[in-house]
Every structure is written in structure tokens, then in C-alpha cells.
């Protein structure tokens, strides 16, 4: 491994994602030589804690990773130094100025500073905005910039928080947490697509007739609720998540595997989505809010949820993109909270046989073929399944279909990156592969939004579907208005 030389900045040390995710993911790194000796990183929160507190709250975090070598978890905390900083005071970012210049002589890490964001997104324009104005920047390394999500709440807030940060960092310098893009199938999308002359060659209207995304979450909404309320599925998983997903299925193939080749081609597929009129929306889109049952309440007698609240758990939507690949094809989306179990997959469905020689009246068989179907496995299983028509073993002539699967091994699987580890390694090496662009972002939004405004103004009917279903009755309906239906179903 080539070590990555790097000092980070972290915003809200004292976080929960930053202890469940981040530490571990940099120890990780550490393991594997990824960060060695010049590396080091200075996390901030309100409260007051010396270095050494600060490193025991590290070392906690990592103490389920098994060490490597004796005292490796001790050697790594002894890069963690802490802050005590209040983001929304300019006076305090000196205090950093100071700490960064300090620490970047003592480990080498030849001016390349990395800022990490994991605060509350209200922070996200006034710490950019002070990393420019106290002047955190440096002019010998990089400067670069994590952020956590939601990158806004509509276009019009999105694009004022991107017009804030681009103040101080430019579209190169900043790395977009979206940690669908640091799954391990989600990148497999692009080596299944472009590795494959039998998968590339089928990957359009003429042999492919639909296909469906599925985020299924089996836990309600949790501790998450006064968060969640105010956002909904629709902009905590669609415009993000999916899109993102979606983009990778529908896009062109890039000139190269190179993160500015693979952008480009992102963009122009989010692009070529067909933006709904209000009309539009209200016929290919579907939401949903969980009942009671399972012996759990419904969501709006969750703690901290309004008692009248019309928040969606659930969305379904039928997308379609105007461009030559795809003409005629929907893309079918759903995600939601208390649904049947936890998973993410992709279906592939193609189209039948024009013509079923084997439906002939004068066969025994009674059976139609099935359609070829693509299974992506995105969790928890990693791994892929065709299914295929073949003959059924014995005497006449019956058609039956079969998968042609792989599966990760669970050893596999072990040995396989958190998503955090995969996206820190890319934001250390430049590479913004698996990193949402602005450009994206914006787009996605433009279509959420005429949803969201319609679905502002419309008193929903909630709640309206069982925890443990696949969501309402109207996510099937949906699909059966084509003539179509999910391919998972319970
Ligand atoms: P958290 O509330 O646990 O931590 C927030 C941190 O910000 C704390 O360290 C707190 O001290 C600090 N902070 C708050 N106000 C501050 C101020 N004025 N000055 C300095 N520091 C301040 O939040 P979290 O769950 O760790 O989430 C962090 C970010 O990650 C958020 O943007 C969130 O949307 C995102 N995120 C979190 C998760 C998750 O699983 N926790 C998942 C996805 C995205």
C-alpha cells in the first residue's frame, strides 16, 4: 500500500458517526499501510477534552478491530489531537490555524490538509466560509473537503450552500459523502456493465424491459425521528441514494475508468431523466406512511413524531429517461422504513422471446417462458444471479427457469471494506469516482422537487401500509397500470 500523506480536520469528533464510522475506517486504513507515519488528525467539538481524553474516546471506538500487530491500535491513537472549537465562532478557527501549522511540521504531512464535516449541515457553509476567512487553507499540499449529507433540502437551498462553499473550495477540492457509492456492489454495477460483452450488448430498450431498485430498511424510524420527520424518504433516499444507484444503471459507457470520464457520463444520464409535470408526478409516484403493528406503534405515534404528521416513510416511483438507450424503459424505485426485511437489490428484467415456440397448444407444457432477469445483490449479500430458461430435467418438454448465481463467500465479505474505509481511501487519493459532483446533485433535486411540492400542498391518507410489507397496495399498482410487477415480493 502507498501511504497517504494527510493531515484531517474534523468537524464534530465528538459525533456519533464519527465513532461508529470514521475512526474504525482510519484505523483500517492504518492496518494496511494506507496511513502510516505522516498522518495526522486534529478533531473538534464544543466540549472541552485534552488529547489524551480524546484519544481514549479513538481508541474505544476501534477496540472490536483486531489488532495486527501488538500496540498498533496505542501507536495509532497517538495521531489524534483534539480541539475544543465552537464552529460558529470566527475567533476560534485561529486556534486551529495555529494547532494545523503546529502538526503538520510534527508529522511531516507536507501541507496536505483534509477537512472532514460531520456536523449538522447548517454548519457546512459557515465552516467553509471560515476555513477561507481564518485562512485554515494551505498553499503547499491539497485542500480538500469531506462533507456528510444532506447536501440541501430542495435546489434552491442546495445550490446557495454549493455557492457558499465553492467560495473556498472549488468542485475538485470537495468530496461528497454518499456511502451507496462506497458499496461494494454499487461499484460492481460499472464492472458487470463495461467488463461484459454479454451484459453491455443487452443494456438498453431493445432487449431490456424494465427495471427495478429496491432500498428496503426494516427498522422504523428509531432515534433518527426529528431528523427523519423533517426530511422524508424522498430527500433522505431518493434524491440521493437512488439517484446516485439509478445513474450508474442508465449512464454511457465513459471514455475511461477515470473519475472525470465517469462524471461526465452521470451528469448526462441525470440529465436525460424526464423532469414530471405536477400531473405527472401524482401518477408515477407513490408514498406511504407505516401503521402500527409488529408490536411497534405506527410512525406517527413514534417517539417525537407529530401525531398528525404526513412525513412519507415509503416512496415508489416510476422513472423514465428521454435519451436514445433507454427510450420506453422505466426504471421502477422504492424505498422505505418498516418494510418486510432489510436489503438493497437491483432487477434487471429483460424482455421475453418475441416469439414462445414452446407455448405451442399441441405441448404439454401449459407454462410461458419467464423473462430473463439481472439480480444485482447489493446487501446484505454481495453478488449477482441470472435466471434463465431451461429445460426441466425429464420426460416432455417443460421450460423452467433457473439462476445462475454468485455469492460472495462470507470470508469474503469479511475482508471486503466498510463503505467509509473505500470512500476516506478515495477522498486521500483525489479520486472522485464514488463522490456525488455538484452537477448531479442539482439535477436529482430538480426532479425531486416538483414531487416534494406536490406532495406539500396534497393531504396524504396515512398511514397506509403494515410494517413488514413491501408498502402500499398503490407501490403494486403501480407497476400493474404497465402490466408489469415487482420482481422481489413477499
Ligand atoms: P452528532 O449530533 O452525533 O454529532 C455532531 C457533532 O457536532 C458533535 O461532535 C458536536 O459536538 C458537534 N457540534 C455541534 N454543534 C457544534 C458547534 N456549534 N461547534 C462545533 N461543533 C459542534 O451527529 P452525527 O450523527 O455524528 O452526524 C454528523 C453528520 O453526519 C451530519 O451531517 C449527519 O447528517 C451525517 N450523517 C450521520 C449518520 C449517522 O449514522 N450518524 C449517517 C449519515 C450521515
Redo the contacts with the bound molecule.
Sequence with gaps: ATENIALITL???????????LYPSLFKLYQKGYLAEHFALLG????EKTDEEFQALVADSVKDIPETKNGEAAAFTKHFFYQA?????PEHYAVLKERLAKLDKQFGTQGNRLFY?????Q??GTIAMNIKKQNLLTDEGYNRLI????FGRDFASAKALNDELSQTFNENQIFR?D?YLGKEMVQNIQALRFGNTIIESLWNNRYIDNIQVTLSEKLGVEERAG?YDNSGALRDMVQNHIMQVVAQLAMEQPVSFTDSDVRVEKIKALRSLRVYTPSEAASNFVRGQYAAGDNTPAYRDADGVPSDSSTETFVAAKLLFDNYRWSGVPFYVRTGKKLADKFTRIDVVFRKPLIDIFANPRMVSEQSLKSNVLTIYVEPESGFALRVNAKSAGQGFKTEPVDLKFLQSADEKKEAPEPYERLFHDALEGNHTNFASWAEIAYAWKFVDVVRKLWDIEEPQFPNYAPGSMGPAASDELLARDGRAWIYKL
Excluded: C, N, Q, W
Design positions: 468537524f464534530g469528533a465528538a459525533g456519533d458517526l464519527a465513532h461508529r464510522k473538534t467539538s464544543r466540549r472549537h465552537d464552529v460558529t465562532k464535516m460531520s456536523v449538522a449541515p454548519f457546512f462533507m456528510e449529507k444532506p459523502i456511502h431528523y
